[in-house]
Structures are given as C-alpha cells and as structure tokens.
C-alpha cells in the first residue's frame, strides 16, 4: 500500500512539472538558498528526469519532441554552469574539504572542517557567518545528522570531521536561527550534552511536524526529526512514511522561521543523494534527487513573491559513485521503467538479508544450500527490486548466486581484493540486487566512492555561469548580497 501511495505522488509530480522560469537577479539579494545535493553530478539530475518521463511516456525509449518532465532547479533556474571538486591535497576530494570551500572559499584537506590545511587551528569565516554578521538570519538543513560533514561546515571548525560532539557542540555557540533535519552523532562526551549546551544557549528543540509548526518566528530552534535511521538521519525517501517529516516540510518550515526585514541564508543539504550512491543504488538515488528537488521547489516558490530579491543555488560538493547513464550490456536501449519494481532501498534490503542470516534455524546456513531452492529470498527479491529470477541471464542467476552464499555464509568468493570490487563492503546480495537492476534499465557505477567530475551549478544569478572551481561559490554569493571581499 505503501509503494502504491508513494508512486501516486511521483506521478502527480510528472503531471505537474510544468514549471514557470525564474527572471534573472536583477539587483542585490535579501535571501539566499543554497542548495548541496551531496554526490550529485549531473548523470544523478538527468537520471532522475529520464524516470519521470519515463513514468509519463511507460517506456525510456521512443520519439522525444520536448522533454517535459524536468526537475524545478534545471527547467525553473535559468542559468547554469559546472564546478571543479579537487582539495587542498587530492584529485578526489571528501565532503568535508568540498564542504569548506563552498562555504569559506578555501581549500583544505579532507577531513579538515573550515580550518586551515597546515596548522588545522586557524578557522576560515563561513558566508554562513558573514550573513549573520550582517544581520540576516540563518539556517542549516539537512537529510543526514546535523553534525555531519556538509552542515558541519558552515557553523563549526574543526580539524577532523568525526569530533562529532566537539562539532555538535558549536551549534549553541553559533548563534544561528534554524536548524533541521537529522539529529546528532554523539550527543554525550565526559559528561557534555550538546542538547542541553544548545537548550542553555536559547534553542528550542523540538522532533515532531507539530511542535516545529508551533514555534514562532524569531525563536532559535533545532528541530530533529522523530524518525532517524542508525546514522541519526532522515529515512531514504523510498523509505519514508508518507506522515514522517521530509527535506522540502524543513525547507518550507525554515522559510516561515527564517522570513524577515533584514533577509536570510539558509542551506539544504541532500545528504543521502551520496550514501546511496556510495551504495550504487540508482532508484533510491532518483528518489532522493526527487525529494532534494522539491525542496528546492520551496525556495523557487519563495523567489516568486520576492522576484529580485532572492537568490536561489543548487550544487554539489562532488560525484558518488561514478554513475553514467549507459551500461555496455544495454549498449544505446535504456529502460527506467525497471527501475518501478523497487519497493525500497539497499539499506531495508540490507536489514531483511542481515537478519535472515542471523537465523541459525534457516535451511540456507547449510554450505550446501543455494538460492535456487531458498523459494522465500526469491520471493523477498522480486518484492525489493522486481527481479523475477526466472527472467534472468545464466550469467545474473550466477552473480546472484555468488551474492547470496557471500551473505549468507559469510566467505570471500576469491579475495579481499576481488571482494571489495564486486559488493564495495556493503551486503553482497542486495548489491547484487542493485547492479544487475540498474544495469537492465541502462546505468552503470564505477566506484563505491566519491569522483573527481565536474558537478551541477543552477541558480537564477547570471554570476553562477560557466565553469569555475568550488571555492568560487560562497565569493559570488558575498557579490549577489554586497558584501563582496567579505570572505577574503
């Protein structure tokens, strides 16, 4: 009932993506969204608008006069442009140092949260800080914990992005107005708890829709989500209960908490855009696209009652996962209309195989036993991606079979080396699951971590054309609210 229920909404997406074009800034910005869809490059954007169309069309194939169904930051934003990612000390850089120099301007290594890479003490002001210096209030969303790499940057500096507790605790000194979405890594050190420190500093904190909905504007506020998963982060979007709150119901809270005289900064972080391409999983990735879309629908719908005054940037802190839209099996067919089989992410597919393995009582601990006799794991794959088994190659029954006794025995198929190759660390059969998917539909991955490519810039500021490094992001936005060399 559930994945009935979502894929009415996807559809009244597609039936109302027609989108009305922002006019060009024309003046000096009294708002600001900034937009991070973390890992996402520009084959995770088109992708995402080949399954809409795809949803309205039945098939990926045939005749395209006009594509219709784009997402709001490519058909409403009319400027566009491409950014480098490399840090301070690699070619391919983590969130942490992508992070700091969209929000400082400066490259660092990665790991290093806004401060200098040499002595990793002396900390780079943030054009989140600059706007609060300036009188704006401001705000951090994200999908991941608020502790995080990307979040973290923008009010916290710090020399390693896992002193979780040290960063949390940099919240209640902030200063900043909002902050939603997930919650916090380690909450408790020697005795310190960051939400009193934060409760103790004048936040209000609240973890339901209604409470967050009762807080007036003016108030401080850190609002967590009820429901997070292990990583104390918001639920992949084709998880999500259709009642639990989502990243464009913080955004749009955030606007209301955020609206006043002297203007706003708010940055929205897609966050799991990035695990679940670290995981090569393309539907869960489009669905997250989707939902970091409609918050960024949010914003556009702000921009329109305050035309020229409001500025409006997606990006990237990178790629994940090296997703292309072709796969040598597929050769020039795609078909995204096999991606509508999956009912739910890796990570649910993941809990489900982890926990029949731990059921010592179940026939397939036997080092005999193979998944073509384990009639309930077929019947629990079909319902997770839609793969019939009976429909497959010789060669995918084999990838699964190999997948299977690696979950459910627990041994290497040759090495460490061709392991981690094939599954990434992550469970060898629900990664199975997810490339041999993707792969029929036409999308290929090419590593379980970040790249080194280019990565989307949309906005409606003719400043964010063209291609330019990252660390140009946050001195054009000092440039579009006047306060340009603020961060030098």
């Known amino acids: 009932m559930k994945q009935i229920i979502y894929s009415i909404c996807i559809l009244l997406f597609v039936a109302n993506a027609s989108f009305a074009q922002l006019q060009p800034l024309d003046g000096t910005a009294k708002y600001v969204f900034l937009f991070i869809g973390d890992g996402m490059g520009f084959a995770q954007v088109h992708s995402a608008e080949a399954y809409l169309d795809t949803l309205e069309q039945g ?18 934003l009319p400027f566009a442009g491409a950014i480098s990612t490399y840090d301070y000390g690699v070619l391919i850089t983590d969130s942490a140092s ?43 969303v994200t999908s991941v914990s608020i502790d995080h790499a990307t979040p973290a940057v923008f009010y916290a500096h710090s020399a390693s992005r896992n002193d979780y507790h040290g960063i ?17 890594l380690q909450q ?3 005795g310190e708890d960051t939400i009193v420190a934060v409760q103790n500093a004048g936040y209000q904190v609240v973890t339901t829709h209604q409470d967050l909905a009762a807080v007036a504007p003016g108030q401080k506020v850190l609002a967590i989500n009820s429901i997070l998963d292990g990583s104390k982060a918001l639920s992949y979007e084709i998880d999500r209960d259709v009642n639990d ?24 972080e897609g966050g799991k855009i990035d695990w679940t391409c670290h995981a090569n999983d393309g539907r869960t990735s489009i669905d997250d696209v989707l939902a970091f879309d409609n918050a960024v629908m949010k914003a556009l719908d702000f921009a329109m009652l305050h035309p020229n005054e409001t500025l409006v940037i997606v990006t990237a802190d990178h790629e994940t996962g090296g997703l292309t839209q072709g796969w040598a099996g597929t050769k020039y067919a795609s078909a995204y209309e096999k991606m509508q089989g999956q009912t739910m992410s890796y990570l649910s597919f993941t809990d489900f195989v982890k926990g ?31 793969l019939v088994y009976s429909q497959l190659t010789d060669f995918q029954k084999k990838q699964l079979e190999d997948g299977y006794d690696r979950s459910m025995k627990g041994s290497r198929i040759v090495s460490s080396e061709e392991d ?31 790249t080194a490519i280019p990565v989307p810039v949309f906005s409606n500021d003719a400043r964010f054309n063209g291609y330019y490094d990252n660390t140009m992001i946050p001195h054009k936005i000092a440039d579009s609210i006047g306060l340009s060399g603020a961060l030098d």
């Open 59 to 76: 098939t990926t194939e045939g005749p395209r006069d006009v594509r219709a169904n784009k997402l709001a930051m490519t058909a409403e």
């Open 98 to 140: 992508a992070g700091t120099a969209l929000a400082c301007g400066k490259k660092t290594y990665s790991g290093v949260v806004s401060v200098d890479p040499q002595t990793k003490t002396i900390p780079y002001k943030t054009i989140a800080e600059v706007a609060k210096e300036h009188g704006m209030r401001v705000g951090i």
């Open 168 to 184: 949390g605790m940099q919240i209640a000194a902030s200063g900043f107005d909002y902050f939603g979405g997930g919650g916090l």
């Open 188 to 190: 408790i050190k020697n």
């Open 245 to 268: 709150m989502s990243l464009a119901d913080f955004t749009s809270e955030g606007i209301r908490l955020l609206d006043n005289p002297n203007g706003f900064f708010m940055m929205v």
């Open 356 to 386: 029949i393995a731990a059921d010592s009582n179940k026939f397939w601990l036997d080092p005999n036993s193979n998944l073509v006799d384990d009639t309930d794991m077929l019947a629990a794959i079909e319902n997770a991606f839609g």
């Open 420 to 450: 981690y190759l094939l599954y990434g660390g992550y469970d060898a059969l629900t990664v199975t699951c997810t490339h041999i998917l993707n792969n029929l539909a036409g999308l290929g991955w090419t590593s379980y971590s970040h």
